[in-house]
């Protein structure tokens, strides 16, 4: 199975992409036919654009997999309730998850969280990846 991974309006590296929306959603329809696994939706920056995730949602019928814009913070327990409501089926929680390996179950326990450190996050040695402390810690 494949999936696909999206960031629509991302303007990492000074990207300009005039049209978005358009561009996007023909993309989308393009391969919904193709059964992929899932769709993986990353909201970023400045541009990022609610309106056209719920759009991409409606359009795609398989696994809709979000990455919020949660600017400012990384992904945490609030983005659930984007689960929840309908926005999507899963979560990516990207910084979080490298903060607390044992993320599911903190957040069934409501936390507390592990904060990231991005000094260590591509780093050459395992400071960052195994020194975090667990729940049960």
Do not use: C, W
């Not at 494949?2 to 959603?25: H, K, M, Q």
């Not at 949602?57 to 400012?72: C, E, I, Q, S, Y």
């Not at 903190?106 to 991005?118: E, H, I, K, V, Y």
Request: overall charge negative; aromatic content about 10%; proline content about 8%.
């Amino acid at each position: 199975m494949v999936g696909l991974r999206i960031s629509p309006a991302n303007v990492f590296n000074d990207i300009v992409e005039d049209g978005y929306r358009d561009t996007y959603r023909a993309l989308v329809e393009a391969t919904e036919p193709l059964g992929l696994a899932y769709l993986h939706v990353a909201e970023m920056g400045p541009k990022a654009d609610r309106d056209l995730t719920l759009d991409l949602r409606k359009r795609f019928t398989g696994t809709f997999v979000l990455n919020p814009d949660t600017p400012g913070a990384a992904t945490g327990p609030a983005e659930l309730s984007l689960i929840e409501d309908g926005t999507a089926d899963m979560l990516s929680f990207g910084a979080l998850f490298l903060a607390n390996p044992d993320l599911p179950a903190r957040l069934a326990a409501g936390g507390p969280f592990n904060t990231p450190d991005q000094a260590t996050f591509y780093g050459g040695d395992e400071r960052g990846y195994t020194d975090y402390p667990a729940l049960t810690a």
